[in-house]
T-cell receptor, first 113, second 113 residues
Framework: DTAVSQTPKYLVTQMGNDKSIKCEQN?????MYWYKQDSKKFLKIMFS???????INETVPNRFSPKSPDKAHLNLHINSLELGDSAVYFC????????????FGPGTRLTVL | KNEVEQSPQNLTAQEGEFITINCSYSVGISALHWLQQHPGGGIVSLFMLSSGKKKHGRLIATINIQEKHSSLHITASHPRDSAVYICAVKGGVEGGSNYKLTFGKGTLLTVNP
């Protein structure tokens, strides 16, 4: 009965590979987010979708492409992985885009070798 | 300079002590969040507030919109409170949108028995 789930929890891969991280929420929320937490534990928004529509797209390399097949899912695909992509990626969701509490997934630790 | 500043960066306390973590922000906001992250763990939303004060168990969050300042208090601290506490603001960020959270760098709290 996990509210926001992410797979995989850990991902170790070589530079240049393409990988995806999946996120699903069963809270019935309209808005989903991807955040990156760097080695210094600093969190930063990457993308947000509201009702499958992209509403936030921060300055992120276009190697990163979010995809929202439906309101309950927001996947993150990364092409041509680089060493600097190593981080923990958190998915989150909220009932609405503006004034609602966000619920976070457990995170995916990506290590690029 | 980060738009959200937290202090202190690190805080060590003895069990039972009263803890205060501060957050200042430089722009107008629609809401402020306090989040908790245990070592190696996920992120939990503690409070979302836009005015006044909220209390949940031993945790109290206050916000002063005019002074652009919020505090998180922990009464009768316990070793299980040891975690990183993160302040995040939503809305009013120049160039951003009302949907985006901007994070502080976090305060690492260690409560010793």
């Amino acid at each position: 009965d996990t509210a926001v789930s992410q797979t995989p929890k850990y991902l170790v891969t070589q530079m240049g590979n393409d990988k995806s991280i999946k996120c699903e929420q069963n809270l019935g929320h309209d808005t989903m987010y991807w955040y990156k937490q760097d080695s210094k534990k600093f969190l930063k928004i990457m993308f947000s979708y509201n009702n499958k529509e992209l509403i936030i797209n921060e300055t992120v390399p276009n190697r990163f492409s979010p995809k929202s097949p439906d309101k309950a899912h927001l996947n993150l695909h990364i092409n041509s992985l680089e060493l600097g992509d190593s981080a923990v990626y958190f998915c989150a969701s909220s009932a609405g885009a503006a004034y609602n509490e966000q619920f976070f997934g457990p995170g995916t630790r990506l290590t690029v070798l | 300079k980060n738009e959200v500043e937290q202090s202190p960066q690190n805080l060590t306390a003895q069990e039972g002590e009263f803890i205060t973590i501060n957050c200042s922000y430089s722009v107008g906001i629609s809401a402020l969040h306090w989040l908790q992250q245990h070592p190696g763990g996920g992120i939990v939303s503690l409070f979302m507030l836009s005015s006044g004060k909220k209390k949940h168990g031993r945790l109290i969050a206050t916000i002063n919109i005019q002074e652009k300042h919020s505090s998180l208090h922990i009464t009768a601290s316990h070793p299980r409170d040891s975690a990183v506490y993160i302040c995040a603001v939503k809305g009013g960020v120049e160039g951003g949108s009302n949907y985006k959270l901007t994070f502080g760098k976090g305060t690492l709290l260690t409560v010793n028995p």
